[in-house]
Protein backbone atom coordinates (compact mmCIF):
# COMPACT_ATOMS: atom_id res chain seq x y z
CA UNK A 1 0.00 0.00 0.00
CA UNK A 2 2.73 2.05 0.49
CA UNK A 3 3.63 2.78 -2.90
CA UNK A 4 0.62 4.24 -3.29
CA UNK A 5 2.31 7.10 -0.45
CA UNK A 6 4.93 8.98 -2.76
CA UNK A 7 2.61 10.39 -5.84
CA UNK A 8 -0.19 10.90 -3.02
CA UNK A 9 2.53 13.67 -1.01
CA UNK A 10 3.30 15.01 -4.43
CA UNK A 11 -0.55 15.47 -5.99
CA UNK A 12 -2.19 16.26 -3.29
CA UNK A 13 0.98 18.40 -0.82
CA UNK A 14 3.26 19.24 -3.82
CA UNK A 15 6.24 17.78 -1.52
CA UNK A 16 8.93 15.86 -3.30
CA UNK A 17 10.27 13.44 -0.38
CA UNK A 18 8.95 12.61 3.12
CA UNK A 19 10.59 14.01 5.64
CA UNK A 20 12.64 11.68 8.29
CA UNK A 21 9.94 9.78 10.77
CA UNK A 22 6.74 10.62 8.28
CA UNK A 23 7.89 7.48 5.78
CA UNK A 24 7.90 5.31 9.25
CA UNK A 25 4.79 6.42 10.27
CA UNK A 26 2.80 5.71 7.64
CA UNK A 27 4.11 2.18 6.80
CA UNK A 28 3.38 1.61 9.85
CA UNK A 29 -0.31 2.26 10.32
CA UNK A 30 -0.93 1.12 6.85
CA UNK A 31 0.37 -2.38 8.41
CA UNK A 32 -2.58 -2.05 11.08
CA UNK A 33 0.08 -1.45 13.82
CA UNK A 34 -1.11 1.51 16.78
CA UNK A 35 1.49 3.81 16.68
CA UNK A 36 3.42 6.90 18.54
CA UNK A 37 4.65 9.46 16.52
CA UNK A 38 6.61 11.94 18.81
CA UNK A 39 8.36 15.36 16.57
CA UNK A 40 8.67 18.56 17.43
CA UNK A 41 6.14 21.43 16.65
CA UNK A 42 6.51 21.66 13.03
CA UNK A 43 8.12 18.67 12.41
CA UNK A 44 5.04 17.61 9.88
CA UNK A 45 2.85 15.18 12.21
CA UNK A 46 -0.10 16.07 9.85
CA UNK A 47 0.71 14.29 6.80
CA UNK A 48 1.46 11.04 8.65
CA UNK A 49 -2.51 10.71 9.09
CA UNK A 50 -3.52 12.88 6.34
CA UNK A 51 -1.76 10.53 3.46
CA UNK A 52 -2.81 6.60 5.20
CA UNK A 53 -6.32 8.65 5.09
CA UNK A 54 -6.71 9.40 1.56
CA UNK A 55 -4.95 5.19 0.82
CA UNK A 56 -7.39 3.52 3.39
CA UNK A 57 -11.27 3.16 3.09
CA UNK A 58 -13.59 4.67 4.40
CA UNK A 59 -13.35 8.00 7.07
CA UNK A 60 -10.29 8.53 9.27
CA UNK A 61 -11.31 10.24 12.36
CA UNK A 62 -9.01 13.15 13.88
CA UNK A 63 -9.03 14.14 17.37
CA UNK A 64 -7.64 17.21 18.15
CA UNK A 65 -8.62 19.38 20.80
CA UNK A 66 -7.52 22.53 19.02
CA UNK A 67 -10.99 24.02 17.73
CA UNK A 68 -9.30 27.01 15.93
CA UNK A 69 -6.65 24.93 14.16
CA UNK A 70 -9.69 22.55 13.60
CA UNK A 71 -11.26 24.85 10.88
CA UNK A 72 -7.66 26.16 8.98
CA UNK A 73 -6.90 22.27 8.37
CA UNK A 74 -9.72 21.11 6.99
CA UNK A 75 -10.00 24.65 5.17
CA UNK A 76 -6.33 23.38 3.56
CA UNK A 77 -7.02 19.86 3.10
CA UNK A 78 -10.40 20.92 1.29
CA UNK A 79 -8.65 23.39 -1.05
CA UNK A 80 -6.17 20.65 -1.66
CA UNK A 81 -9.42 18.43 -3.13
CA UNK A 82 -9.45 16.39 -0.35
CA UNK A 83 -13.14 15.75 1.39
CA UNK A 84 -12.95 16.74 4.67
CA UNK A 85 -14.62 18.52 7.58
CA UNK A 86 -14.80 18.94 11.02
CA UNK A 87 -17.39 18.27 13.93
CA UNK A 88 -16.71 20.35 17.33
CA UNK A 89 -18.99 23.19 19.46
CA UNK A 90 -18.44 26.05 17.05
CA UNK A 91 -21.13 24.48 15.02
CA UNK A 92 -24.70 25.15 14.98
CA UNK A 93 -26.52 22.04 16.03
CA UNK A 94 -27.96 21.50 12.69
CA UNK A 95 -25.11 22.16 10.82
CA UNK A 96 -23.03 19.66 13.14
CA UNK A 97 -25.93 17.38 12.03
CA UNK A 98 -25.44 17.44 8.23
CA UNK A 99 -21.74 16.82 8.15
CA UNK A 100 -22.75 13.88 10.64
CA UNK A 101 -25.77 12.51 8.27
CA UNK A 102 -22.82 13.46 5.53
CA UNK A 103 -20.37 11.66 7.13
CA UNK A 104 -22.15 8.31 7.59
CA UNK A 105 -22.84 8.22 3.96
CA UNK A 106 -18.74 7.90 4.07
CA UNK A 107 -18.51 12.00 1.99
CA UNK A 108 -15.21 12.65 3.87
CA UNK A 109 -11.99 11.22 3.83
CA UNK A 110 -10.92 12.87 7.05
CA UNK A 111 -13.26 14.08 9.97
CA UNK A 112 -12.09 16.34 12.69
CA UNK A 113 -13.72 16.06 15.68
CA UNK A 114 -12.86 17.78 19.29
CA UNK A 115 -12.78 15.23 22.21
CA UNK A 116 -15.74 16.30 24.25
CA UNK A 117 -18.14 15.24 21.29
CA UNK A 118 -17.30 11.29 22.44
CA UNK A 119 -18.67 12.17 25.93
CA UNK A 120 -22.31 12.03 23.73
CA UNK A 121 -24.11 8.62 23.38
CA UNK A 122 -25.61 9.43 20.79
CA UNK A 123 -22.42 10.51 18.75
CA UNK A 124 -20.64 7.56 19.21
CA UNK A 125 -23.84 5.29 18.04
CA UNK A 126 -23.26 7.47 14.63
CA UNK A 127 -19.73 6.65 14.86
CA UNK A 128 -20.53 2.81 14.93
CA UNK A 129 -22.54 2.87 11.45
CA UNK A 130 -19.39 4.96 9.91
CA UNK A 131 -16.48 2.94 8.51
CA UNK A 132 -13.41 3.77 10.17
CA UNK A 133 -10.30 2.35 9.44
CA UNK A 134 -8.02 4.32 11.23
CA UNK A 135 -8.29 7.17 14.11
CA UNK A 136 -5.41 9.94 14.53
CA UNK A 137 -5.24 11.13 18.30
CA UNK A 138 -3.47 14.62 17.44
CA UNK A 139 -2.02 16.44 21.06
CA UNK A 140 -1.87 13.10 22.42
CA UNK A 141 0.27 14.47 25.94
CA UNK A 142 -3.67 15.69 26.64
CA UNK A 143 -4.81 11.94 27.91
CA UNK A 144 -2.06 12.13 30.23
CA UNK A 145 -1.69 13.33 33.55
CA UNK A 146 1.84 14.18 33.35
CA UNK A 147 1.39 15.66 30.38
CA UNK A 148 1.31 19.43 30.65
CA UNK A 149 -2.33 19.90 29.11
CA UNK A 150 -4.12 17.31 30.40
CA UNK A 151 -7.97 16.92 29.10
CA UNK A 152 -10.39 14.05 31.05
CA UNK A 153 -12.54 13.61 27.84
CA UNK A 154 -8.95 12.41 25.93
CA UNK A 155 -9.75 9.08 28.70
CA UNK A 156 -13.24 8.71 26.47
CA UNK A 157 -10.92 7.51 23.42
CA UNK A 158 -10.16 4.16 24.11
CA UNK A 159 -14.10 3.59 24.88
CA UNK A 160 -14.78 4.90 21.44
CA UNK A 161 -12.31 2.66 20.17
CA UNK A 162 -13.16 -0.32 21.97
CA UNK A 163 -17.34 0.16 20.49
CA UNK A 164 -15.72 0.33 16.94
CA UNK A 165 -17.26 -2.63 14.85
CA UNK A 166 -14.28 -2.84 13.34
CA UNK A 167 -11.17 -2.00 14.98
CA UNK A 168 -9.45 0.96 13.53
CA UNK A 169 -6.09 1.50 13.66
CA UNK A 170 -4.48 4.23 16.13
CA UNK A 171 -1.80 7.16 15.41
CA UNK A 172 -1.17 9.18 18.61
CA UNK A 173 0.56 12.02 17.55
CA UNK A 174 2.70 14.72 20.18
CA UNK A 175 5.59 17.26 20.64
CA UNK A 176 6.24 16.48 23.92
CA UNK A 177 9.16 13.64 24.72
CA UNK A 178 9.25 12.59 28.09
CA UNK A 179 9.37 9.22 28.41
CA UNK A 180 6.64 9.04 31.32
CA UNK A 181 4.00 11.15 28.97
CA UNK A 182 4.62 8.63 25.92
CA UNK A 183 4.71 5.39 28.35
CA UNK A 184 1.35 6.91 29.53
CA UNK A 185 -0.27 7.21 25.89
CA UNK A 186 1.28 3.90 25.07
CA UNK A 187 -0.68 2.07 27.43
CA UNK A 188 -3.75 4.06 27.64
CA UNK A 189 -4.52 3.84 24.00
CA UNK A 190 -2.72 -0.22 23.73
CA UNK A 191 0.04 1.03 21.49
CA UNK A 192 3.16 -1.21 21.69
CA UNK A 193 5.91 0.60 22.75
CA UNK A 194 8.34 -0.91 20.24
CA UNK A 195 6.06 1.33 17.91
CA UNK A 196 7.19 4.26 18.97
CA UNK A 197 8.69 7.04 16.33
CA UNK A 198 10.57 9.50 17.33
CA UNK A 199 12.43 12.13 15.34
CA UNK A 200 13.39 15.81 14.35
CA UNK A 201 14.55 17.03 17.77
CA UNK A 202 18.25 17.39 16.53
CA UNK A 203 18.60 21.48 16.94
CA UNK A 204 21.18 21.73 13.70
CA UNK A 205 22.39 25.31 14.89
CA UNK A 206 23.10 24.96 18.11
CA UNK A 207 26.89 23.62 19.23
CA UNK A 208 26.53 21.85 22.69
CA UNK A 209 29.65 21.85 25.11
CA UNK A 210 30.33 20.85 28.88
CA UNK A 211 32.91 22.87 30.00
CA UNK A 212 34.48 21.06 33.45
CA UNK A 213 37.56 22.25 35.81
CA UNK A 214 37.59 25.36 35.35
CA UNK A 215 36.84 28.39 38.00
CA UNK A 216 33.07 28.99 36.22
CA UNK A 217 32.85 32.64 36.99
CA UNK A 218 36.40 33.21 35.41
CA UNK A 219 35.10 31.43 32.49
CA UNK A 220 31.75 33.23 32.46
CA UNK A 221 33.14 36.61 32.63
CA UNK A 222 35.80 35.94 29.78
CA UNK A 223 32.74 34.55 27.66
CA UNK A 224 30.16 37.54 28.06
CA UNK A 225 33.30 39.83 27.36
CA UNK A 226 33.85 38.02 23.96
CA UNK A 227 30.47 38.04 23.25
CA UNK A 228 29.34 40.93 24.74
CA UNK A 229 27.19 41.85 21.97
CA UNK A 230 25.19 38.79 21.82
CA UNK A 231 22.23 37.95 23.72
CA UNK A 232 21.94 35.28 25.87
CA UNK A 233 20.73 33.57 28.86
CA UNK A 234 22.46 32.19 32.22
CA UNK A 235 20.35 29.53 34.24
CA UNK A 236 22.14 29.41 37.63
CA UNK A 237 20.55 26.99 40.20
CA UNK A 238 18.65 28.88 43.07
CA UNK A 239 18.00 32.40 43.79
CA UNK A 240 20.93 33.28 45.90
CA UNK A 241 22.91 32.25 43.01
CA UNK A 242 21.03 34.56 40.69
CA UNK A 243 21.16 36.96 42.99
CA UNK A 244 24.91 37.12 43.38
CA UNK A 245 25.82 36.46 39.67
CA UNK A 246 23.77 39.64 39.01
CA UNK A 247 25.82 41.73 41.05
CA UNK A 248 28.85 40.25 40.19
CA UNK A 249 27.87 41.51 36.59
CA UNK A 250 26.80 44.74 37.17
CA UNK A 251 30.54 45.12 38.85
CA UNK A 252 31.98 44.02 35.88
CA UNK A 253 29.58 46.72 33.77
CA UNK A 254 28.14 44.07 31.99
CA UNK A 255 24.37 44.93 31.18
CA UNK A 256 22.22 42.28 32.99
CA UNK A 257 18.60 41.87 33.71
CA UNK A 258 17.65 39.14 36.36
CA UNK A 259 14.38 36.81 37.55
CA UNK A 260 13.15 34.77 39.67
CA UNK A 261 10.49 33.68 41.44
CA UNK A 262 11.45 35.36 44.39
CA UNK A 263 11.49 39.01 42.57
CA UNK A 264 7.02 40.81 42.83
CA UNK A 265 5.39 40.26 39.68
CA UNK A 266 6.49 44.31 38.82
CA UNK A 267 10.30 43.13 39.03
CA UNK A 268 9.86 40.39 36.96
CA UNK A 269 7.96 41.79 34.43
CA UNK A 270 10.02 44.84 33.67
CA UNK A 271 13.62 43.14 34.11
CA UNK A 272 11.75 40.26 31.74
CA UNK A 273 10.87 43.47 29.10
CA UNK A 274 14.59 44.83 29.43
CA UNK A 275 16.03 41.34 28.14
CA UNK A 276 13.35 41.28 25.25
CA UNK A 277 13.99 44.69 24.10
CA UNK A 278 17.64 44.02 24.08
CA UNK A 279 17.97 46.47 26.84
CA UNK A 280 20.16 44.25 28.75
CA UNK A 281 22.45 41.68 26.57
CA UNK A 282 22.19 38.78 29.29
CA UNK A 283 19.16 37.24 31.54
CA UNK A 284 20.49 35.91 34.91
CA UNK A 285 17.67 33.42 35.59
CA UNK A 286 16.40 30.74 37.45
CA UNK A 287 14.74 28.21 35.76
CA UNK A 288 11.40 29.93 36.53
CA UNK A 289 12.54 32.12 33.35
CA UNK A 290 11.36 31.41 29.70
CA UNK A 291 7.86 29.61 29.76
CA UNK A 292 6.42 31.40 26.89
CA UNK A 293 9.04 33.89 26.11
CA UNK A 294 9.63 34.01 22.37
CA UNK A 295 13.14 35.61 21.83
CA UNK A 296 14.30 34.45 18.44
CA UNK A 297 18.16 36.10 18.58
CA UNK A 298 19.58 34.29 21.93
CA UNK A 299 23.09 33.25 21.09
CA UNK A 300 24.40 31.49 24.01
CA UNK A 301 22.40 29.99 26.86
CA UNK A 302 24.96 29.09 29.80
CA UNK A 303 24.25 26.72 32.83
CA UNK A 304 26.17 27.90 35.65
CA UNK A 305 24.98 24.51 37.50
CA UNK A 306 24.43 21.19 36.65
CA UNK A 307 20.77 20.98 35.32
CA UNK A 308 18.54 18.21 37.35
CA UNK A 309 17.99 16.49 34.67
CA UNK A 310 17.72 15.84 30.49
CA UNK A 311 14.58 16.87 29.66
CA UNK A 312 14.87 20.45 31.42
CA UNK A 313 18.40 21.29 30.51
CA UNK A 314 17.14 20.43 26.87
CA UNK A 315 13.75 22.43 26.87
CA UNK A 316 16.20 25.54 28.69
CA UNK A 317 19.07 25.20 26.53
CA UNK A 318 16.78 24.83 23.30
CA UNK A 319 15.39 28.73 24.11
CA UNK A 320 18.71 29.87 22.24
CA UNK A 321 18.70 29.90 18.80
CA UNK A 322 15.30 30.07 17.49
CA UNK A 323 16.05 32.10 15.08
CA UNK A 324 18.28 29.53 13.03
CA UNK A 325 21.55 31.15 13.49
CA UNK A 326 24.46 29.31 15.12
CA UNK A 327 24.13 29.63 18.87
CA UNK A 328 26.20 27.58 21.90
CA UNK A 329 25.03 26.13 24.66
CA UNK A 330 27.29 25.19 27.79
CA UNK A 331 27.10 23.43 30.74
CA UNK A 332 29.69 24.06 33.69
CA UNK A 333 29.84 21.33 35.83
CA UNK A 334 31.41 20.76 38.68
CA UNK A 335 30.85 17.45 40.80
CA UNK A 336 29.55 19.29 44.26
CA UNK A 337 26.48 20.35 41.87
CA UNK A 338 25.56 16.38 41.78
CA UNK A 339 25.38 16.43 45.86
CA UNK A 340 23.80 19.79 46.00
CA UNK A 341 21.09 18.69 43.09
CA UNK A 342 20.76 14.72 44.87
CA UNK A 343 20.22 16.41 48.37
CA UNK A 344 17.47 19.03 46.57
CA UNK A 345 15.70 15.62 45.38
CA UNK A 346 15.98 14.33 48.78
CA UNK A 347 14.22 16.86 50.36
CA UNK A 348 11.35 17.46 47.81
CA UNK A 349 10.33 14.50 45.89
CA UNK A 350 8.02 11.98 47.60
CA UNK A 351 9.83 8.61 47.89
CA UNK A 352 8.29 6.70 44.82
CA UNK A 353 9.97 9.13 42.93
CA UNK A 354 12.90 9.59 44.13
CA UNK A 355 14.84 6.73 42.61
CA UNK A 356 13.82 8.20 39.01
CA UNK A 357 14.72 11.24 39.70
CA UNK A 358 17.78 10.30 40.91
CA UNK A 359 18.51 7.86 37.61
CA UNK A 360 17.41 11.08 35.50
CA UNK A 361 19.98 13.14 37.68
CA UNK A 362 22.51 10.03 37.00
CA UNK A 363 21.73 10.91 33.04
CA UNK A 364 22.74 14.40 33.52
CA UNK A 365 26.03 13.57 34.90
CA UNK A 366 26.62 11.28 32.21
CA UNK A 367 25.69 13.81 29.57
CA UNK A 368 28.82 15.82 31.46
CA UNK A 369 31.03 12.89 31.41
CA UNK A 370 30.40 10.89 27.85
CA UNK A 371 33.13 11.57 25.61
CA UNK A 372 30.94 10.90 22.41
CA UNK A 373 28.67 13.63 20.47
CA UNK A 374 26.33 15.37 23.16
CA UNK A 375 23.36 15.77 20.60
CA UNK A 376 23.65 12.54 19.68
CA UNK A 377 23.50 11.77 23.34
CA UNK A 378 20.04 14.00 23.70
CA UNK A 379 18.62 12.54 21.03
CA UNK A 380 19.25 9.21 21.95
CA UNK A 381 17.95 9.99 25.58
CA UNK A 382 14.68 11.24 23.61
CA UNK A 383 14.45 7.60 22.36
CA UNK A 384 15.50 8.56 18.85
CA UNK A 385 17.34 5.70 17.01
CA UNK A 386 19.04 6.70 13.84
CA UNK A 387 21.46 9.60 14.79
CA UNK A 388 24.73 10.23 13.66
CA UNK A 389 27.60 12.60 15.79
CA UNK A 390 26.41 16.03 14.61
CA UNK A 391 30.29 17.39 14.08
CA UNK A 392 29.14 20.74 16.07
CA UNK A 393 29.36 19.88 19.63
CA UNK A 394 32.43 20.16 22.22
CA UNK A 395 33.36 16.61 21.68
CA UNK A 396 32.83 16.50 18.00
CA UNK A 397 35.45 19.29 17.97
CA UNK A 398 37.51 17.96 20.33
CA UNK A 399 40.94 17.36 18.66
CA UNK A 400 42.33 16.01 21.28
CA UNK A 401 43.99 12.61 20.79
CA UNK A 402 42.51 9.08 22.37
CA UNK A 403 44.27 6.85 24.86
CA UNK A 404 43.72 3.75 25.70
CA UNK A 405 42.95 3.05 29.38
CA UNK A 406 42.10 -0.40 29.88
CA UNK A 407 44.25 -1.33 32.29
CA UNK A 408 43.37 1.71 34.20
CA UNK A 409 39.79 0.68 33.76
CA UNK A 410 40.60 -2.84 34.75
CA UNK A 411 42.37 -1.29 38.49
CA UNK A 412 39.09 0.78 39.30
CA UNK A 413 36.77 -1.91 38.55
CA UNK A 414 38.53 -4.95 40.27
CA UNK A 415 39.22 -2.49 43.09
CA UNK A 416 34.96 -1.78 43.35
CA UNK A 417 34.72 -5.69 43.13
CA UNK A 418 36.74 -6.29 46.17
CA UNK A 419 35.31 -3.42 48.21
CA UNK A 420 32.12 -6.09 47.68
CA UNK A 421 30.25 -3.69 45.56
CA UNK A 422 28.76 -1.71 48.36
CA UNK A 423 30.71 1.58 48.57
CA UNK A 424 30.43 4.96 46.84
CA UNK A 425 32.55 7.02 44.40
CA UNK A 426 34.48 8.89 46.77
CA UNK A 427 35.87 6.01 49.01
CA UNK A 428 36.80 4.00 46.36
CA UNK A 429 39.00 6.49 44.99
CA UNK A 430 40.32 6.80 48.67
CA UNK A 431 41.42 3.09 48.37
CA UNK A 432 42.96 3.43 44.87
CA UNK A 433 44.99 5.92 45.73
CA UNK A 434 46.29 4.71 49.02
CA UNK A 435 44.26 7.26 51.46
CA UNK A 436 44.73 7.14 54.95
CA UNK A 437 40.90 7.98 55.84
CA UNK A 438 40.01 6.25 59.06
CA UNK A 439 37.05 5.03 57.26
CA UNK A 440 39.58 3.16 54.53
CA UNK A 441 41.37 1.31 57.63
CA UNK A 442 38.52 0.72 59.99
CA UNK A 443 36.98 -1.26 56.90
CA UNK A 444 40.25 -3.02 56.29
CA UNK A 445 40.60 -1.80 52.88
CA UNK A 446 44.48 -0.72 53.23
CA UNK A 447 44.83 -4.67 53.10
CA UNK A 448 43.31 -4.92 49.41
CA UNK A 449 45.86 -5.47 46.67
CA UNK A 450 44.01 -2.71 44.59
CA UNK A 451 44.77 -0.20 47.94
CA UNK A 452 47.16 2.50 46.54
CA UNK A 453 47.59 0.97 42.98
CA UNK A 454 46.47 4.53 41.81
CA UNK A 455 48.65 6.57 44.01
CA UNK A 456 50.18 8.41 41.37
CA UNK A 457 47.23 10.07 40.21
CA UNK A 458 45.08 12.63 42.77
CA UNK A 459 41.54 11.40 44.87
CA UNK A 460 39.80 14.08 42.45
CA UNK A 461 41.74 12.58 39.23
CA UNK A 462 40.56 9.62 40.07
CA UNK A 463 37.00 9.99 40.93
CA UNK A 464 36.68 12.05 37.77
CA UNK A 465 37.65 8.86 35.62
CA UNK A 466 35.15 6.51 37.92
CA UNK A 467 32.38 9.47 36.28
CA UNK A 468 33.54 8.54 32.80
CA UNK A 469 33.63 4.90 33.49
CA UNK A 470 30.31 5.41 34.45
CA UNK A 471 29.30 7.39 31.66
CA UNK A 472 30.46 4.56 29.54
CA UNK A 473 28.07 2.13 31.38
CA UNK A 474 30.93 0.08 32.73
CA UNK A 475 30.28 0.93 36.31
CA UNK A 476 26.39 1.45 37.08
CA UNK A 477 24.98 2.82 40.57
CA UNK A 478 22.50 1.26 43.11
CA UNK A 479 20.42 4.67 44.38
CA UNK A 480 20.07 3.13 47.52
CA UNK A 481 20.38 5.52 50.84
CA UNK A 482 23.28 6.57 49.31
CA UNK A 483 24.91 5.69 45.63
CA UNK A 484 27.08 2.78 45.39
CA UNK A 485 29.65 1.44 42.58
CA UNK A 486 29.65 -1.96 40.81
CA UNK A 487 30.66 -3.06 37.96
CA UNK A 488 28.01 -3.57 34.74
CA UNK A 489 28.53 -7.13 32.67
CA UNK A 490 30.20 -4.49 30.31
CA UNK A 491 33.09 -3.80 32.61
CA UNK A 492 33.27 -7.34 33.37
CA UNK A 493 34.07 -8.33 29.83
CA UNK A 494 36.99 -5.51 30.14
CA UNK A 495 38.17 -6.92 33.20
CA UNK A 496 38.42 -10.31 31.16
CA UNK A 497 40.48 -8.54 28.44
CA UNK A 498 37.56 -8.75 25.87
CA UNK A 499 37.92 -5.26 25.17
CA UNK A 500 38.98 -2.33 25.55
CA UNK A 501 38.17 1.05 26.64
CA UNK A 502 39.25 4.95 24.98
CA UNK A 503 39.31 8.15 26.45
CA UNK A 504 40.19 11.36 25.32
CA UNK A 505 43.68 12.31 26.75
CA UNK A 506 43.08 15.38 29.14
CA UNK A 507 45.51 17.96 28.79
CA UNK A 508 47.36 18.44 32.41
CA UNK A 509 48.44 22.12 32.04
CA UNK A 510 49.64 22.91 35.60
CA UNK A 511 51.72 19.63 35.55
CA UNK A 512 53.78 20.68 32.14
CA UNK A 513 53.97 24.13 33.97
CA UNK A 514 55.66 22.28 36.52
CA UNK A 515 58.17 20.08 34.21
CA UNK A 516 59.13 23.20 32.78
CA UNK A 517 62.69 24.48 34.32
P1 LIG B 1 3.17 19.62 13.17
O1 LIG B 1 1.74 19.18 13.19
O2 LIG B 1 4.13 18.52 13.46
O3 LIG B 1 3.45 20.84 14.02
P2 LIG B 1 2.59 20.21 10.44
O4 LIG B 1 2.01 18.91 10.08
O5 LIG B 1 1.68 21.37 10.64
O6 LIG B 1 3.53 20.07 11.70
O7 LIG B 1 3.69 20.57 9.34
C1 LIG B 1 4.55 21.68 9.49
C2 LIG B 1 4.92 22.24 8.13
O8 LIG B 1 5.77 21.35 7.41
C3 LIG B 1 3.71 22.48 7.25
O9 LIG B 1 3.86 23.72 6.62
C4 LIG B 1 3.77 21.33 6.27
O10 LIG B 1 3.15 21.67 5.07
C5 LIG B 1 5.27 21.12 6.10
N1 LIG B 1 5.60 19.74 5.67
C6 LIG B 1 5.14 18.61 6.20
N2 LIG B 1 5.67 17.53 5.59
C7 LIG B 1 6.50 17.99 4.62
C8 LIG B 1 7.36 17.37 3.65
N3 LIG B 1 7.46 16.03 3.53
N4 LIG B 1 8.08 18.17 2.84
C9 LIG B 1 7.99 19.51 2.95
N5 LIG B 1 7.20 20.15 3.84
C10 LIG B 1 6.46 19.42 4.68
ZN1 LIG C 1 28.50 16.31 18.35
Keep these: MFEKAQPLLQSYFGYSSFRKGQEQAIRSVLTGRNTICVMPTGGGKSICYQIPALILPGTTIVISPLISLMKDQ ?18 SFNVA ?36 PMVAVDE ?38 TPRVREDICSLLDIDESNTIITGFERENLSFSVIKGQDRIK ?100 RAGRDGLKSECIVLYSPQDVQIQRFLIDQSSDRSRMTKELEKLQQMVDYCHTESCLQEFILKYFGETETNPCGRCGNCTDSRTTMDVTKEAQMVMS ?62 IEQGTYPTLFVSSKGKDIILGKTQVFRRETVKVEQVAKSDP
Design 140 to 177: AHCISQWGHDFRPSYRQIQRMIQMLPQTPSVLALTATA
Design 97 to 132: NDRMQAAKLGSYKLLYIAPERLESQEFLEDLKQMEI
Design 219 to 318: FLLDYLKKNERESGIIYAATRKNVDQLYERLKKEKINAARYHAGMNDEERSREQERFLTDQASVMVATSAFGMGIDKSNIRYCIHLQLPKNMESYYQEAG
Design 415 to 476: CVIRMGQRFGKTLTAQVLTGSKNKKVTELGFNRLSTYGIMKDRGAKDVSDFIEFLISQELIG
Design 74 to 91: VDTLVQAGIPAAYINSSL
